[in-house]
Nanobody, 113 residues
Framework: QVQLVESGGGLVQAGGSLRLSCSAS????????MGWYRQAPGKQRELVASITSGGTTNYADSVKGRFTISRDNAENNLRMVGLKPEDTAIYYC?????????WGQGTQVTVSS
């Protein structure tokens, strides 16, 4: 079992920056990957970025070059720069132990134009 707690969301103007953090507790040494997903109103939840235990990263095309994911043991951070209104969504931290997904409660990111 893994528990995830996110922080760092908020309201920012277009072009601004935010950093999201996710702290994991529980069976953290069993985590095979961590990442961030987002869900905008009326849309499906989508992958934003992920990082494996070996450090391999993966990004959605829409955020490449603007978002950076990093991980330090039980904490996972998402640095977001050059934010756009279309980045507005609830962002969820994810941790995966093999085929089992664990989710945080979500944090709202709102980008005004």
């Amino acid at each position: 079992q893994v528990q995830l707690v996110e922080s760092g969301g908020g309201l920012v103007q277009a072009g601004g920056s935010l950093r999201l953090s996710c702290s994991a507790s529980g069976s953290i040494f069993s985590i095979t990957s961590m990442g961030w997903y987002r869900q905008a109103p009326g849309k499906q939840r989508e992958l934003v970025a992920s990082i494996t235990s070996g450090g391999t990263t993966n990004y959605a095309d829409s955020v490449k070059g603007r978002f950076t994911i990093s991980r330090d043991n039980a904490e996972n951070n998402l640095r977001m720069v050059g934010l756009k209104p279309e980045d507005t969504a609830i962002y969820y931290c994810n941790a995966r132990i093999f085929a089992i997904d664990y989710w945080g409660q979500g944090t709202q990111v709102t980008v005004s134009s």
